[in-house]
């Protein structure tokens, strides 16, 4: 849903950028530092936020890729976390069972006093 507003506040803002440029014809006095030209404000204005989305795309690149980075590292740390549990799990298992037939196996001891005194009667 999020991307969806995006695309159409995206549009609304290229409209409004239109809009804007084609009331903006007259030509205009650029100086490059070097050298002056007059150009109409409409390429002025278009060539500015191309350069501007060009910008904005290369940054978003950027981003994604470092975002990519941090779920592989995550990833791995995630693996490696799910391995330690499952050793661990398989520890605890094989310290219950060892411990299980020592408790099964102990005999059970009466008391001596008792079986004296059914052997005295």
Request: with cysteine; glycine share 4%.
């Amino acid at each position: 849903m999020k991307i969806q507003w995006q695309v159409v506040a995206g549009i609304a803002l290229a409209l409004l950028i239109a809009i804007f440029a084609v009331g903006n014809t007259e030509s205009v006095a650029v100086n490059f530092l070097v050298a002056d030209a007059s150009w109409p404000l409409i390429l002025i204005i278009l060539g500015c936020v191309l350069i501007g989305c060009l910008i904005m795309f290369c940054l978003n690149i950027a981003k994604v890729r470092g975002t990519k980075k941090e779920i592989q590292s995550l990833q791995v740390k995630i693996t490696e976390l799910e391995r330690k549990l499952a050793a661990e799990k398989q520890a605890r298992e094989r310290e219950t069972l060892v411990q299980e037939p020592l408790e099964q196996s102990e005999p059970v001891i009466e008391p001596v006093t008792k079986v004296n005194e059914e052997e005295k009667s």
